[in-house]
T-cell receptor, first 116, second 108 residues
């Protein structure tokens, strides 16, 4: 399978715990995105990487959230001191180099986080 | 990003065409029109995109109005597998901003 891979698919954690999600983009894609989606809503943009550089972070990404993309390959999204409001689907997407608006984004199947 | 307006839901019968409208009256000259769909419990999936001309691919057709203030995604023969939320997105940079989309139901 050469698509975008996310791990884990599901995560249940207790409030206050830290969690980390991993995204493996399509290998030749230099652009990587994280989104969050709650029930009944469209995905909301969280952050964007071009290679290893994090070029934009949404205001939705509080200080408890951090994302990295070392060496411009896989990416991790960490949430510290989780809160019940963090319960959502976390989606990763990647896109090839080139004119962004003229290329398609490939999404992973997401990591569903439940904070209890 | 410029806004899009889509109906909340649409129903279709299997094997019939589906026309999904999208209004984007504030579109700028550099905005591309993208469509994605999201099946239940899946990440979004690219459907089609265009700038000014109508576009066709194996999944769908995109008809863009001459003034570009609206567009229509056409699924030529709906199948049960086409039941999903369809998102119409305008983008002129690296970001895709999703709205609530149109929930398409296909009746057997």
């Amino acid at each position: 399978d050469t698509g975008v891979s996310q791990d884990p698919r599901h995560k249940i954690t207790k409030r206050g715990q830290n969690v980390t999600f991993r995204c493996d983009p399509i290998s030749e894609h230099n652009r990587l995105y994280w989104y969050r989606q709650t029930l009944g809503q469209g995905p909301e943009f969280l952050t964007y990487f071009q290679n290893e550089a994090q070029l934009e972070k949404s205001r939705l990404l509080s200080d408890r959230f951090s994302a990295e993309r070392p060496k411009g390959s896989f990416s991790t999204l960490e949430i510290q001191r989780t809160e019940q409001g963090d319960s959502a689907m976390y989606l990763c997407a990647s896109r090839p180099a080139g004119l962004s608006m003229n290329t398609e984004a490939f999404f992973g199947q997401g990591t569903r986080l439940t904070v209890v | 990003d410029a806004k899009t307006t889509q109906p909340n839901s649409m129903e279709s019968n299997e094997e019939e065409p589906v026309h999904l409208p999208c209004n984007h009256s504030t579109i700028s000259g550099t905005d591309y029109i993208h469509w994605y769909r999201q099946l239940p419990s899946q990440g979004p999936e690219y459907v089609i995109h265009g700038l000014t001309s109508n576009v066709n691919n194996r999944m769908a057709s995109l008809a863009i109005a001459e003034d570009r203030k609206s567009s229509t995604l056409i699924l030529h023969r709906a199948t049960l597998r086409d039941a999903a939320v369809y998102y119409c997105i305008l983008t002129n940079d690296y970001k895709l901003s999703f709205g609530a989309g149109t929930t398409v139901t296909v009746r057997a």
